[in-house]
Each structure stands twice: as structure tokens, then as C-alpha cells.
């Protein structure tokens, strides 16, 4: 089962990097970096071009699966202001007229440095379900609710044998904030040094499990 | 003498020019490019250089000949040898060097005018041809010079070289090269490579010195007592001590940069009135600490210097007067070089004094005794035109010097790195740095060189410095620094080691005892341990290298009995006996394999002495080919001599089965399936993606906004590219360098095939025999064949619920 109760919310894990919240109809995913591929082609680095689009259909297919009644993106939903390009700008129209539900953007550090959002976009600093806050850094946080953040990136360290020791992308729950992986497929990964009470969620075929603390690094 | 203008340097210091040296002005004269084999030595300078001193002497001060060296540390001492001859037969003339260490007023000045001579290395001279004006300054040029051409061979610092060279051909047809190279197997192809299309009319020079090298052994007093196995073995320290008393400074290389650490405790151990005395030189020191052993060698006031491969190099150390090597020699010219470190005048001999850390080692150091004789070198094989160096290298002649396609391609193929280099090759290579080329359609918007006026061009600013602070193709792996809480540096380690450690625990490293007191972004922060604490002596990474063909085969040859009888033989001849007794032993005529039983189960020990990265492919793929019809796991470990297998049962192979399972059928198939070969790839993308230009070199200090735009993994571009451009030759490169690096894929393919026609000689034995004895004791460092994340990840969550219960 990938459902937690956590902080008294219902919150289902998705293998890909989302949450849902049954509860209340959404979905949420963190860090896309739409555009990034672009971004390096645009500074003379040859890097072929699929992110986006594949993305998106990873977003619409989640849209689909949870039949959510709206989408929040905790930030960084762009990449840098060289990767908006005419094509990713079309693309993007077609998944917002694809999947027909309201979508909000935090704006993550990232989407801060664009102008212009493409396709009449419009971010905001946090956005409220209920008594949970999702905003994108999570320094942002206040001690009295659950909040959902992204901007880490977060990834752990599986010991592996003596010397080897495996990185996985990962859910964190620290304290009262649960912050969400990189959901772009061109993003790297940080490892988060771990603190005593930290949870670790990651995905294992079509599961998220909580990982056991002796696993982790 | 046929010289009269260099005669007044010679008369003033009484010397009389080599034949050697003669030789090769001679040669020069005629207008020749050749390649000069001479041991380490001044002669060889003079040699090179005097033919375009002499040319040139009466000129103005043009620059007329650059030296290349393969190490920056070389730049200063070949200067200070170069501006001899100078100062005496033309002051007017200069020589300078222009390397990654040169400040930045010379460079600038050098940005002006060049002087007569230029001392550099191939990334400053790629970095060079980057500037419009560069052929405008060189047009005086008479002669590249290159140094250590055996250093460069084999490398992509090498192909750099040879395409640099091949766009100097291009612009002055006369242009003459020379390369010095020690002792090489292959001195022909040797200059091949270095001359390409210039190959032709060139000549070969060997200065036969009469420099005898003499491999003397330090014999164990009990040969019953001395380990069978083991790399790091300090049995012998005492006497080692003795030894370094006798002499004036020793110059004592180990193996690994772990085991010159343990030595030098060791050493201090024994002599702690040496504590002023020794010093220490691997790769991972900080260079200032480096330069203090370089310096203390060289005004020989340090008694020994405990080194690794880091000092195998020219620099002239004349005080040294003993070179003790510990541990196996791995190969014939490696240890040749090593004896060439002493006794640097010429005339004078080199002695290396063998230290073996386990008793086969014995054997090892008279086999190198008698293919030295026979004159059986390792050979060094180019590398074969490798995309990321030839795409570096083009984008850099776009921003210098805007070309035509065609013409450039008779370049680059006048090279002997891409002299077969394919019409698909070239064309992804061109749409690589401009376009995208025939992948196009999934490279929306990229460009970079632009076609103008049907030259390839890159004028933008940005990309030019962007390119300019990125050529080279030395990798530096991801380290972390060791720093005193006062900020000065001690060296590097691996993260893999420090993160073993906790706040508070003891280590060693640079020969200092020492505490860790936190460790935090790549930088870990220590201070000197309290008396009596012994720590963890750092340990790095790397892989250990594999025993030379040559070697392997010439120790074959002992242990089969021919040979004169020798110290070393005598004293192992008991262990031999043993072996006899027991088993066979094994020789590279036949194939031994011993089959024994253990409360482990069953052992398959299998000896085809090809070198230890040869042993740790067949031995994964033959367990990989045994497990697939047992359905047992199979533990393998091997060394230089052989690999073992052990599993629970399925290990007893008739011939037929035996034969089976070595076969060279489906060889790389088998091969990338249970070697992880994907995985591995990955890794090696790395450096790939660097040389190529596609992760950028990071400058120290806070990366800018522009900068983080750009950062990625090389993982992640290896995955990006998987998924939406699987045709890039890039990574087809990759999956060949691992197959090459990690497994000396040809050299295995030659072992398979040769295996086919060898004799299998099955042996049950009741013990385990003195050959198997390491194998078995080294178990540890077994690899063990590693599935994907996932199924690892089960696998542990798996155990940790049967713990449970």
C-alpha cells in the first residue's frame, strides 16, 4: 500500500515522485525543470531534447490514474528563462488543455528568474489545503502545520556490502515538512545527510515503502 | 667534428658528443623527424635540441622550437637544461615555458611575442591554437620536440598530442618532429604514432649508453617463514633499513599510494632519528608537500624518499644513488624506469634493489632479470581514435582558426590516432559541434559552430571562454580535501574512505598522524592526533595494475625450470617443492586447474597467468557460465597468477565442461551480461562527457547563476542520451574504454583464444597448494556479481525481515 497517515493527513505515494491527497482531490509534484535540455542546448552544450514532452506525459498519465481535481507544482516548474522555448511553450499548452483541471505554481527559485510565464501561468508564494501548506524551499516552514516542499531534491544512501552504497531518489519527512523528490527526468539528486528523527520513503517497483533506518547511510 | 658551431660548448666543458647525439643531428640536418629511444639521461637533450639550436643560432629571436613535456613539474628543470646551451652559444635568444603553472604576467608577455624555444604541454598548446595569431608567431617554427613521448602514448593526453601535431604539419609542411622515448616494445609503432603521415622518410635513434642496470633481490633469511601471500608485507622493513643506512638518499616506490604510507611509518618505526629525513611523494599529497621531497632530492638532503608511480617520471634527481622497488615490479619497463632514477649521469649504472612482500615475488624479480636481457619490453598500444578528444579538438580549431570541412578531415586523418577515421564518424563528429547533425531533429535549437562561408566558425564570446577553461583530458575524480582548521591543505583522499570515519577517529595520511574533526562538502577538517593514537593508514580507490604479458610470461618460464640458476630461485625453491609435491606447477604451456573441498564447499582455483584485470573477467565469466547450468552462486576472487571459484557444489568440471565454460563463443555477450557492463559504462561516461565538453569545467569558488544552470551528472546524461539518442558515438566510446580499462578486453580475447589450444591439467589436491593459498586467503576481496538497485534493494529488505524474524 502507498497510502501514509501522516500529521492526521492521508497522503499517497506515487513511485514516479508524486503525492495525492485523496482527501482532497490533489496532486502534487515538485522541481520539474521544464525546459532544461533547452536551457544547455541554447549555452552551446549538445544535449538532445525529450524531457519535456516525456514530463508531461508522465504528469498527464498521474492526472489520469488519480483522477485529481487539481495539480499544484511546488516550484521550479521551469528550468531557466533560455529553456522557454516556442516548442515547450506549445507543449505545455496541450498538457494544460489535455488534463482540464486547475494547476497553481509555487514559485520555486528557478521559476523566479523568468519574466514572462509561459501560456498565462501565474505563480504563487504557497498555496493552503485545509490545514497543510505546500510551499518550494523548505526553510520556508512554520512549526504549526504540515507543509510539503520540494527544492531539495532529495536522495539517500543505501548501504550496500562494505564498500559500495546505493543512491535512491526520495520522499523526506522531517519534523512537520515532507518534502518531495525531483519530479523532472533530467534532474539530479543531493543526498540529504540525515537527521535522528527523519523518515525515508522511496520507491521500489510500482511501491513506496518507508525505509527501515538501518538501511540508510 | 661535423658541428663547428655548437664545438665551443662542448670544448668549455670537456665533454665529446655521444654517437647518439651526433646521429641525430646528422639527421635533423637532412631534414629528418625521427624518434630518439634513450634511457633517462642528459644526452638526450642535447641531442634533440642542439640540431634546431644550430639550425637557428645566427637568427633573430623567432620562435623557432617548442618543447613539449608531459608534466608540468618537468617545465622548470628542462628549461634550466635548455637555457644552458643558450646562454653560452646565443644569448640573444630566449627560452620560456608556458604551462597551467605559469603566472599570468609571463603569460601575458607570451601572449605578445613567444621566444625562441617554448616549453610547454599539449593542453597549453591546445590552448594556444585557440588564438587567430598563434601560426603568425610560430611562422619561424623549425622543430616540435616531445618529451616522454612514452608517458603520452596511450593516453588521451597523447591523441591530444598527435592532433596538435597534425594541425602544425598542416601549417608548415618542413615542420620536423622528434619525440625521446625510454625503452618501449614497440618503438616502431611508437613513432608511427607520433608522425603519422610524417611517418614516412623518418628515422629511429637508440643511444646505446652502455648503461648496465642491475635487478639485485633482497632475500628473506627464512624462506619457510615468509608469507605466501599479501601485497603490503613489511617482513623485510628491518633490512630494508639497513639497506637505505648504506646508502646516500634511496629513492624506495611502492605500489600504492596506501603502502608508501605504511612504509614510511614503518621506516620511522625502526629509525625514529630518520624523522627529518624521509619524506613521502604520491599523487594525493598537496603539491607543496611534494615539492618539498622533489626539492630534498635533489639537494640531497633527504635520506629517502618513499614514492609511487608520481615520481616514475624524468625529473633529475643526481643525488640518488639507490632505487629499492617494494613489492611486484608488474612489469619490465616500469621497473626499468624505476632503476633509471638512479645513477642519473651518464656513463654511470642503475641497480634496483627488489623487495618481495610475498615468496612468488622472488620468482618475479629474476623472470624481469631475464626478459630485461632478452629484451622483451612491454609494449604500449595507441589509442584508437577516441570521439571526445577529436570533438575537443575541433571545436578548439573553429575558435582559432575557422576551417573547411574536407581540409580539416586530411588532417585530422593525417594523424595516426584517426587515420581510419569513418565517414560516419566524421559527419556525427562535425554535427556534434555545430548542429546536431544527423540526430538533428532531437537537438532543436542547439548550435554552436557555425558554417561561414563554408568554414566552421564559433565566434561567440561566451562559448569561447566557456571552451578555452575546458580543454584538456585529465579527469580529476571526485575528491575530498584533507585541511587543518587553519585552512592549509594536506592532500586528497576518496570520500569513500572518509566517510567510513566518524568525528574523533584516527587516521594517517601524508605520514602524520592525525583526528578527524568533521567532514562536510568535500572538505574533511583534522588535527594532530595525541601521542600513541594509531589510526587508519588512508587508503584510495584505483585499481591495482595488472601483471605485464611480458612478465607474466617470462615468470612462466621460471617456474617451468629454465633459466640460470639465481639467488632468488634458490631461496623459493622450497615453496616450489611444496608445490610439486602437492599439485603441479603451473606453467602458460598447459592450463592447471586444481579442484579441492573445504567446510565451504568446493574451490576451483585455475591459473592462465595473464595479469589480474584478465583473471577478474574470466573468472566472473566463467562463474557466470557455471552458475547458469548449477544455479549456485559463486564467489571469485583472482590476482596476477589466476582466479579462483567457490561454491557450494558444481564446481567439479570434467574437460568437456571446462571447455565449455572458456570458450570464446558468445565471449562478449556473456561478458557484458554478467560484468555489469552498463553500469559500469556509466562511469566511465564521466570523463567522456568532460573531454567532449558536455558537463563543463566548474571554476573553484561559488558557482554563478549560469554556471548552476548548467550543472548535471554525468549519470544523468548517460541516461538522457540512452533514452533519446542512443546513437551517439559518445557512448558507444564509453562501453569500449570500460571493456578496455576495466578488462583489457584485447589481451583477454588473446588469453581465451590461446587457452583453446593449452592442455588442461585437472589436479584434486588434499591442502591447499602455495599458489592457491592467496587466492583462497584474499576471499574477501571478492567481487560479487551485483544485480540491478531494485533487486538489491529487495534483497536487503529481505534479510533485515528474516533478522526480524
Request: proline share 6%; glycine share 6%; hydrophobic share 40%.
Given at each position: 500500500?502507498?497510502?501514509?497517515?501522516?500529521?492526521?493527513?492521508?497522503?499517497?505515494?506515487?513511485?514516479?515522485?508524486?503525492?495525492?491527497?485523496?482527501?482532497?482531490?490533489?496532486?502534487?509534484?515538485?522541481?520539474?525543470?521544464?525546459?532544461?535540455?533547452?536551457?544547455?542546448?541554447?549555452?552551446?552544450?549538445?544535449?538532445?531534447?525529450?524531457?519535456?514532452?516525456?514530463?508531461?506525459?508522465r504528469?498527464?498519465?498521474?492526472?489520469?490514474?488519480?483522477?485529481?481535481t487539481?495539480?499544484i507544482?511546488?516550484?521550479?516548474?521551469?528550468?531557466?528563462?533560455?529553456?522557454?522555448?516556442?516548442?515547450?511553450?506549445?507543449?505545455?499548452?496541450?498538457?494544460?488543455?489535455?488534463?482540464?483541471?486547475?494547476?497553481?505554481?509555487?514559485?520555486?527559485?528557478h521559476?523566479?528568474?523568468?519574466?514572462r510565464?509561459?501560456?498565462?501561468?501565474?505563480?504563487?508564494?504557497?498555496?493552503?489545503?485545509?490545514?497543510?501548506?505546500?510551499?518550494?524551499?523548505p526553510?520556508d516552514?512554520?512549526?504549526d502545520?504540515?507543509?510539503?516542499?520540494g527544492?531539495?531534491?532529495?536522495?539517500?544512501?543505501?548501504?550496500?556490502?562494505?564498500?559500495?552504497?546505493?543512491?535512491?531518489?526520495?520522499?523526506?519527512?522531517?519534523?512537520?515538512?515532507?518534502?518531495?523528490?525531483?519530479?523532472?527526468?533530467?534532474t539530479?539528486?543531493?543526498?540529504?545527510?540525515?537527521?535522528?528523527?527523519?523518515?525515508?520513503?522511496?520507491?521500489?517497483?510500482?511501491?513506496?515503502?518507508?525505509?527501515?533506518?538501518?538501511?540508510?547511510r | 667534428?661535423?658541428?663547428?658551431?655548437?664545438?665551443?660548448?662542448f670544448?668549455?666543458?670537456?665533454?665529446?658528443?655521444?654517437?647518439?647525439?651526433?646521429?641525430?643531428?646528422?639527421?635533423?640536418?637532412?631534414?629528418?623527424?625521427?624518434?630518439?629511444?634513450?634511457p633517462?639521461?642528459?644526452?638526450?637533450?642535447?641531442?634533440v635540441?642542439?640540431?634546431?639550436l644550430?639550425?637557428?643560432?645566427?637568427?633573430?629571436?623567432?620562435?623557432?622550437?617548442?618543447?613539449?613535456?608531459?608534466?608540468?613539474?618537468?617545465?622548470?628543470?628542462?628549461?634550466?637544461?635548455?637555457?644552458?646551451?643558450?646562454?653560452?652559444?646565443?644569448?640573444?635568444?630566449?627560452?620560456?615555458?608556458r604551462?597551467?603553472?605559469?603566472?599570468?604576467?609571463?603569460?601575458?608577455?607570451?601572449?605578445?611575442?613567444l621566444?625562441?624555444?617554448?616549453?610547454?604541454?599539449?593542453?597549453?598548446?591546445?590552448?594556444m591554437?585557440?588564438?587567430?595569431?598563434?601560426?603568425?608567431?610560430?611562422?619561424?617554427?623549425?622543430c616540435?620536440i616531445?618529451?616522454?613521448?612514452?608517458?603520452?602514448?596511450?593516453?588521451?593526453?597523447?591523441v591530444?598530442?598527435?592532433?596538435?601535431?597534425?594541425?602544425?604539419?598542416?601549417?608548415?609542411?618542413?615542420?620536423?618532429?622528434w619525440?625521446?622515448?625510454?625503452?618501449?616494445?614497440?618503438?616502431?609503432?611508437?613513432?608511427?604514432?607520433?608522425?603519422?603521415?610524417?611517418?614516412?622518410?623518418?628515422?629511429e635513434?637508440?643511444?646505446?649508453?652502455?648503461?648496465?642496470?642491475?635487478?639485485?633481490t633482497?632475500?628473506?633469511?627464512?624462506?619457510?617463514?615468509?608469507p605466501?601471500?599479501?601485497?603490503?608485507?613489511?617482513?623485510?622493513?628491518?633490512?630494508?633499513?639497513?639497506?637505505?643506512?648504506?646508502?646516500k638518499?634511496?629513492?624506495?616506490?611502492?605500489?600504492?599510494r596506501?603502502?608508501?604510507?605504511i612504509?614510511?611509518?614503518?621506516?620511522?618505526?625502526?629509525?625514529?632519528?630518520?624523522?627529518?629525513?624521509?619524506?613521502?611523494?604520491?599523487?594525493?599529497?598537496?603539491?607543496?608537500?611534494r615539492?618539498?621531497?622533489?626539492?630534498?632530492?635533489?639537494?640531497?638532503?633527504?635520506?629517502?624518499?618513499?614514492?609511487?608511480?608520481?615520481?616514475?617520471?624524468?625529473?633529475?634527481f643526481?643525488?640518488?644513488?639507490?632505487?629499492?622497488?617494494?613489492?611486484?615490479?608488474?612489469?619490465?619497463?616500469?621497473?626499468?624506469?624505476?632503476?633509471?632514477?638512479?645513477?642519473?649521469?651518464?656513463?654511470?649504472?642503475?641497480?634496483?634493489?627488489?623487495v618481495?612482500t610475498?615468496?612468488?615475488?622472488?620468482?618475479?624479480?629474476a623472470?624481469?632479470?631475464d626478459?630485461?636481457?632478452?629484451?622483451?619490453?612491454?609494449?604500449?598500444?595507441?589509442?584508437?581514435?577516441?570521439?571526445?578528444?577529436?570533438?575537443?579538438?575541433?571545436?578548439?580549431?573553429?575558435?582559432?582558426q575557422?576551417?573547411p570541412?574536407?581540409?580539416?578531415?586530411?588532417?585530422?586523418?593525417?594523424?595516426?590516432?584517426?587515420?581510419?577515421?569513418?565517414?560516419?564518424?566524421?559527419?556525427?563528429?562535425?554535427?556534434?559541434?555545430?548542429?546536431?547533425?544527423?540526430?538533428?531533429?532531437?537537438?532543436?535549437?542547439?548550435?554552436?559552430?557555425?558554417?561561414?562561408?563554408?568554414?566552421?566558425?564559433i565566434?561567440?564570446?561566451?562559448?569561447?571562454?566557456?571552451?578555452?577553461?575546458?580543454?584538456?583530458?585529465?579527469i580529476?575524480?571526485?575528491?575530498?580535501?584533507?585541511?587543518?582548521?587553519?585552512?592549509?591543505?594536506?592532500?586528497?583522499?576518496?570520500?569513500?574512505?572518509?566517510?567510513?570515519?566518524?568525528?574523533?577517529?584516527?587516521?594517517?595520511?601524508?605520514?602524520?598522524?592525525?583526528?578527524l574533526?568533521?567532514?562536510?562538502?568535500?572538505?574533511?577538517?583534522?588535527?594532530?592526533?595525541?601521542?600513541?593514537?594509531?589510526?587508519?593508514?588512508?587508503?584510495?580507490?584505483?585499481?591495482?595494475?595488472?601483471?605485464?604479458t611480458?612478465?607474466?610470461?617470462?615468470?612462466?618460464l621460471?617456474?617451468?625450470?629454465?633459466?640460470?640458476?639465481?639467488?632468488?630461485?634458490?631461496?623459493?625453491?622450497?615453496?616450489l617443492?611444496?608445490?610439486?609435491?602437492?599439485?603441479?606447477?603451473?606453467?602458460?604451456?598447459?592450463?592447471?586447474?586444481?579442484?579441492?573441498?573445504?567446510?565451504e564447499?568446493?574451490?576451483l582455483?585455475?591459473?592462465?597467468?595473464?595479469?589480474?584485470?584478465?583473471h577478474?573477467?574470466?573468472?566472473?565469466?566463467?562463474?557466470?557460465?557455471?552458475?547458469?547450468?548449477?544455479?549456485?552462486?559463486?564467489?571469485?576472487?583472482?590476482?596476477d597468477?589466476?582466479?579462483s571459484?567457490?561454491?557450494?557444489?558444481?564446481l567439479?568440471?570434467?574437460?568437456e565442461?571446462?571447455?565449455?565454460?572458456?570458450?570464446?563463443?558468445?565471449?562478449?555477450?556473456?561478458?557484458?551480461?554478467?560484468?555489469?557492463?552498463?553500469?559500469?559504462?556509466?562511469?566511465?561516461?564521466?570523463?567522456?562527457?568532460?573531454?567532449?565538453?558536455?558537463?563543463?569545467?566548474?571554476?573553484?569558488?561559488?558557482?554563478?547563476?549560469?554556471q548552476?544552470?548548467?550543472?548535471?551528472?554525468?549519470?544523468?546524461?548517460?541516461?538522457?542520451?540512452?533514452?533519446?539518442?542512443?546513437?551517439?558515438l559518445?557512448?558507444?566510446?564509453?562501453?569500449?574504454?570500460?571493456?578496455?580499462?576495466?578488462?583489457e578486453?584485447?589481451?583477454?580475447?588473446?588469453?581465451?583464444?590461446?587457452?583453446?589450444?593449452r592442455?588442461?591439467?585437472?589436479v584434486?589436491?588434499q591442502?591447499?597448494?602455495?599458489?592457491?593459498?592467496p587466492?583462497w586467503?584474499?576471499?574477501?576481496?571478492?567481487?560479487?556479481?551485483?544485480?540491478?538497485?531494485?533487486?538489491?534493494?529487495?534483497?536487503?529488505?529481505?534479510?533485515?525481515?528474516?533478522?526480524?524474524?
Amino acid at each position: 500500500m502507498n497510502a501514509f497517515q501522516i500529521h492526521g493527513e492521508t497522503i499517497q505515494f506515487f513511485p514516479d515522485g508524486a503525492i495525492f491527497l485523496p482527501d482532497h482531490g490533489a496532486l502534487i509534484v515538485a522541481d520539474v525543470h521544464l525546459g532544461k535540455s533547452a536551457t544547455f542546448r541554447a549555452k552551446g552544450l549538445p544535449v538532445p531534447e525529450g524531457d519535456t514532452s516525456r514530463d508531461l506525459v508522465r504528469l498527464a498519465t498521474l492526472v489520469q490514474q488519480t483522477q485529481a481535481t487539481r495539480l499544484i507544482v511546488a516550484g521550479d516548474l521551469f528550468h531557466a528563462p533560455a529553456g522557454i522555448t516556442q516548442e515547450i511553450e506549445g507543449a505545455i499548452q496541450h498538457f494544460l488543455d489535455q488534463v482540464g483541471i486547475p494547476f497553481h505554481l509555487i514559485s520555486g527559485n528557478h521559476d523566479a528568474r523568468l519574466k514572462r510565464f509561459p501560456c498565462a501561468i501565474s505563480a504563487v508564494d504557497s498555496y493552503d489545503i485545509g490545514t497543510l501548506r505546500i510551499i518550494h524551499d523548505p526553510k520556508d516552514t512554520t512549526e504549526d502545520r504540515l507543509h510539503l516542499a520540494g527544492h531539495w531534491h532529495p536522495v539517500v544512501k543505501i548501504k550496500d556490502g562494505a564498500r559500495r552504497s546505493l543512491r535512491l531518489r526520495c520522499f523526506l519527512l522531517r519534523n512537520r515538512t515532507l518534502v518531495l523528490p525531483s519530479f523532472g527526468s533530467f534532474t539530479g539528486g543531493a543526498v540529504i545527510p540525515l537527521e535522528p528523527d527523519d523518515r525515508t520513503f522511496v520507491a521500489i517497483r510500482e511501491n513506496v515503502i518507508e525505509l527501515p533506518s538501518q538501511l540508510v547511510r | 667534428m661535423r658541428f663547428p658551431k655548437l664545438q665551443p660548448f662542448f670544448n668549455a666543458r670537456g665533454w665529446k658528443p655521444f654517437p647518439f647525439q651526433k646521429e641525430t643531428w646528422t639527421a635533423y640536418h637532412e631534414g629528418k623527424s625521427g624518434l630518439l629511444h634513450a634511457p633517462t639521461g642528459q644526452g638526450k637533450t642535447l641531442a634533440v635540441y642542439m640540431g634546431p639550436l644550430s639550425e637557428t643560432l645566427d637568427q633573430p629571436n623567432h620562435c623557432s622550437v617548442l618543447w613539449l613535456t608531459p608534466l608540468r613539474a618537468l617545465a622548470a628543470d628542462t628549461l634550466r637544461a635548455l637555457r644552458e646551451p643558450l646562454a653560452e652559444l646565443a644569448p640573444h635568444l630566449q627560452a620560456e615555458a608556458r604551462t597551467g603553472d605559469t603566472s599570468a604576467a609571463i603569460r601575458a608577455k607570451l601572449r605578445k611575442k613567444l621566444p625562441h624555444t617554448l616549453v610547454t604541454t599539449p593542453e597549453s598548446l591546445s590552448l594556444m591554437l585557440t588564438h587567430a595569431d598563434f601560426p603568425e608567431k610560430l611562422s619561424s617554427l623549425r622543430c616540435v620536440i616531445v618529451d616522454e613521448w612514452h608517458e603520452l602514448l596511450g593516453t588521451k593526453r597523447g591523441v591530444q598530442a598527435e592532433l596538435c601535431l597534425a594541425r602544425l604539419r598542416a601549417w608548415f609542411p618542413g615542420l620536423k618532429i622528434w619525440g625521446l622515448s625510454a625503452t618501449l616494445g614497440n618503438l616502431t609503432e611508437a613513432r608511427q604514432t607520433l608522425l603519422g603521415t610524417a611517418f614516412e622518410n623518418s628515422v629511429e635513434v637508440t643511444a646505446d649508453l652502455k648503461k648496465p642496470i642491475i635487478i639485485d633481490t633482497l632475500i628473506p633469511k627464512e624462506i619457510d617463514r615468509f608469507p605466501w601471500s599479501g601485497h603490503l608485507g613489511t617482513r623485510l622493513a628491518p633490512q630494508v633499513a639497513k639497506e637505505v643506512e648504506k646508502a646516500k638518499t634511496t629513492l624506495l616506490f611502492t605500489n600504492t599510494r596506501s603502502q608508501t604510507e605504511i612504509w614510511y611509518q614503518e621506516l620511522l618505526e625502526l629509525r625514529p632519528e630518520w624523522k627529518d629525513l624521509l619524506a613521502m611523494h604520491h599523487g594525493s599529497l598537496d603539491p607543496t608537500e611534494r615539492a618539498i621531497a622533489e626539492q630534498g632530492l635533489r639537494d640531497g638532503s633527504l635520506k629517502c624518499v618513499i614514492a609511487t608511480s608520481s615520481l616514475d617520471l624524468g625529473v633529475d634527481f643526481s643525488p640518488v644513488d639507490q632505487v629499492i622497488q617494494i613489492g611486484s615490479p608488474k612489469g619490465i619497463a616500469r621497473l626499468l624506469q624505476r632503476a633509471g632514477r638512479a645513477g642519473h649521469q651518464p656513463g654511470k649504472s642503475s641497480r634496483i634493489l627488489g623487495v618481495p612482500t610475498h615468496a612468488l615475488e622472488l620468482v618475479e624479480f629474476a623472470a624481469a632479470r631475464d626478459a630485461m636481457r632478452a629484451r622483451h619490453i612491454e609494449a604500449r598500444p595507441p589509442l584508437e581514435k577516441p570521439v571526445d578528444v577529436l570533438v575537443q579538438h575541433l571545436v578548439t580549431c573553429a575558435i582559432g582558426q575557422p576551417f573547411p570541412a574536407d581540409e580539416m578531415r586530411r588532417e585530422i586523418q593525417s594523424s595516426h590516432a584517426y587515420r581510419n577515421l569513418t565517414d560516419e564518424e566524421w559527419h556525427w563528429s562535425l554535427g556534434f559541434i555545430s548542429n546536431g547533425g544527423a540526430a538533428l531533429a532531437a537537438y532543436p535549437r542547439y548550435q554552436k559552430a557555425q558554417v561561414i562561408d563554408g568554414r566552421y566558425t564559433i565566434a561567440d564570446k561566451r562559448l569561447i571562454l566557456q571552451h578555452r577553461m575546458s580543454i584538456g583530458t585529465i579527469i580529476s575524480d571526485a575528491t575530498v580535501s584533507i585541511r587543518f582548521a587553519n585552512g592549509s591543505t594536506l592532500g586528497t583522499v576518496e570520500e569513500s574512505f572518509i566517510s567510513r570515519l566518524k568525528p574523533g577517529s584516527p587516521l594517517v595520511f601524508g605520514g602524520r598522524h592525525l583526528v578527524l574533526v568533521r567532514f562536510h562538502q568535500r572538505t574533511a577538517t583534522v588535527k594532530p592526533a595525541p601521542k600513541n593514537i594509531k589510526g587508519h593508514v588512508a587508503v584510495w580507490g584505483g585499481q591495482r595494475m595488472p601483471l605485464s604479458t611480458e612478465l607474466a610470461h617470462a615468470l612462466a618460464l621460471r617456474l617451468k625450470g629454465k633459466g640460470d640458476p639465481t639467488p632468488e630461485m634458490k631461496a623459493v625453491q622450497p615453496i616450489l617443492d611444496i608445490q610439486k609435491k602437492w599439485s603441479r606447477l603451473p606453467d602458460d604451456d598447459s592450463l592447471l586447474v586444481e579442484h579441492t573441498r573445504s567446510r565451504e564447499g568446493e574451490h576451483l582455483f585455475i591459473y592462465p597467468f595473464a595479469g589480474r584485470l584478465v583473471h577478474e573477467g574470466v573468472a566472473a565469466l566463467v562463474a557466470y557460465r557455471i552458475s547458469r547450468f548449477s544455479g549456485e552462486s559463486i564467489q571469485t576472487t583472482h590476482n596476477d597468477y589466476g582466479f579462483s571459484l567457490n561454491a557450494r557444489r558444481g564446481l567439479f568440471l570434467g574437460e568437456e565442461q571446462l571447455r565449455e565454460v572458456l570458450t570464446e563463443e558468445n565471449l562478449l555477450d556473456d561478458l557484458i551480461e554478467c560484468m555489469h557492463t552498463a553500469e559500469l559504462a556509466r562511469r566511465q561516461f564521466r570523463e567522456i562527457a568532460r573531454v567532449s565538453g558536455l558537463i563543463l569545467q566548474q571554476p573553484p569558488g561559488r558557482p554563478t547563476q549560469s554556471q548552476r544552470e548548467l550543472q548535471s551528472s554525468a549519470s544523468l546524461l548517460f541516461e538522457v542520451l540512452q533514452r533519446y539518442d542512443s546513437e551517439n558515438l559518445l557512448l558507444e566510446q564509453s562501453r569500449r574504454e570500460i571493456l578496455e580499462r576495466q578488462l583489457e578486453l584485447t589481451r583477454l580475447t588473446h588469453v581465451l583464444h590461446a587457452l583453446q589450444k593449452r592442455p588442461i591439467l585437472f589436479v584434486e589436491t588434499q591442502h591447499l597448494s602455495p599458489m592457491a593459498f592467496p587466492l583462497w586467503a584474499d576471499r574477501l576481496q571478492a567481487i560479487l556479481v551485483a544485480a540491478d538497485a531494485t533487486t538489491r534493494l529487495e534483497a536487503m529488505l529481505k534479510e533485515l525481515n528474516k533478522a526480524a524474524g
